[in-house]
């Protein structure tokens, strides 16, 4: 028995391969004899490699309001 690791693609094959192999008479059949037939199943995606993140220097400007709390006015 081979102990290398099985890539997803060889793993999906076999799944198939099996499963023709337990439907041969199934309405999917067709299409999974079509399936069967491929190296690969799924595409490879590319890694998306990080930027360095720039620290940039925020100026915050100061409220123009000034705001009291608990201030009110008596009405004369």
Known sequence: MNKEEKSDDW???NAI???LYHFPDHQWTPRYKE???RDTFLAKTKVQERRPSTKTTRQTKASTKETTKGST???N
Do not use: E, M, R, Y
């Open 11 to 13: 793993l999906i094959k």
């Open 17 to 19: 391969g099996c499963w």
């Open 35 to 37: 399936l069967v037939k």
């Open 73 to 75: 006015t008596q009405p």
